[in-house]
T-cell receptor, first 115, second 112 residues
């Protein structure tokens, strides 16, 4: 898990509610990512950010929002528009050098369940 | 479309036995291929990384091989231990762009 922390570990949400997942890193990494993991599928990229105050949509951004106000923090909000949010959410970070993103280090994950 | 396929989906072996996990990919050209170990309820941790010019890479009892011509990689685990029970994920980084391509993983269970 390195220097990446995610909280909470477990999160329960009622339908129609927005929830925010926290991700913090002390690795001084430039880039941060959010992935969603579902059983039997590979990790899917939701959003990523290469620098502060800038982020890009990944492959499944609909129903999610992010912010990158600080280098060490990249919170993910799961909105009520996300129709099937129950999943395991992983945050990752990496260095960005020579125009390339380097090895990604993953946090311990947050399991979100919609009741 | 860039894809990574892993087999088998799941595997059960006895403690002390060896096993081999497979990864086929269509990503081309690619920059590197990495194998991750993911314990249940935890984030993935990197085991090995290989560039297109490397054929094999070891990390203790884990040995990864790569055949860039056939676009296949394997992860061999020697003398398995109960702590090897986890999901093993093959991940390919394309040469262009910064998005990784993930396989669905192989779930390994080592029993005594």
């Amino acid at each position: 898990d390195g220097g990446i922390t995610q909280s909470p570990k477990y999160l329960f949400r009622k339908e129609g509610q927005n929830v925010t997942l926290s991700c913090e890193q002390n690795l001084n990494h430039d880039a941060m990512y959010w992935y969603r993991q579902d059983p039997g599928q590979g990790l899917r990229l939701i959003y990523y950010s290469q620098i502060v105050n800038d982020f890009q949509k990944g492959d499944i951004a609909e129903g999610y929002s992010v912010s990158r106000e600080k280098k060490e923090s990249f919170p993910l909000t799961v909105t009520s528009a996300q129709k099937n949010p129950t999943a395991f959410y992983l945050c990752a970070s990496s260095m960005f050098a020579s125009g390339r993103l380097h090895e990604q280090f993953f946090g311990p994950g947050t399991r979100l369940t919609v009741l | 479309k860039n894809q990574v396929e892993q087999s088998p989906q799941s595997l059960i072996i006895l403690e002390g036995k060896n096993c081999t996990l497979q990864c086929n990919y269509t990503v081309s050209p690619f920059s590197n291929l990495r194998w991750y170990k993911q314990d249940t309820g935890r984030g993935p941790v990197s085991l090995t990384i290989m560039t297109f010019s490397e054929n094999t890479k070891s990390n203790g009892r884990y040995t990864a091989t790569l055949d860039a011509d056939t676009k296949q990689s394997s992860l061999h685990i020697t003398a398995s231990q109960l702590s090897d029970s986890a999901s093993y994920i093959c991940v390919v980084r394309p040469e262009y762009g910064n998005k990784l391509v993930f396989g669905a993983g192989t779930i390994l269970r080592v029993k005594s």
